[in-house]
């Protein structure tokens, strides 16, 4: 299982940007897939996950209205669309992935990562 996350960059606040996570050697039938943030001095944490069969989604409050998540099967990628940015949305974002048929928020409960990009957004 391999996940690549890409098309982090600089931007200003109130900006918007889509990250992308390339995903192979799973299937999304069965795997969730959530996208994370690791800020500076803090713990890694959800901002949106995405069920199995991509019916059920999680948005943490600090994200619900402004970031999207969606994927494409036939390109095996999972995208975060991120509008209104803010500078504390500045972190480093990572997608991850594990096989379940329930749609899990917790670090704890992914077992596949990929590398993270990073994304900073300035005032």
């Known amino acids: 299982v391999q996940l690549q996350a890409s098309g982090g960059g600089l931007v200003q606040a109130g900006d918007s940007l889509r990250i992308a996570c390339a995903v192979s050697?799973?299937?999304?039938?069965?795997?969730?897939i959530g996208w994370f943030r690791q800020a500076p001095g803090k713990e890694r944490e959800a901002d949106s996950c995405?069920?199995?069969?991509?019916?059920?989604?999680f948005y943490s409050d600090s994200v619900k209205g402004r970031f999207t998540i969606s994927r494409d099967g036939a390109e095996n990628t999972v995208y975060l669309q991120m509008n209104s940015l803010k500078p504390e949305d500045t972190a480093v974002y990572y997608c991850?992935?594990?096989?379940?048929?329930?749609?899990?928020?917790?670090?704890?409960?992914?077992?596949?990562w990929g590398r993270g990009t990073l994304v900073t957004v300035s005032s």
């Open positions: 991850a992935a594990d096989s379940s048929s329930r749609l899990r928020v917790g670090v704890m409960f992914y077992h596949y």
């Open positions: 050697g799973l299937s999304f039938d069965s795997h969730i």
């Open positions: 995405l069920s199995n069969a991509g019916g059920n989604k």
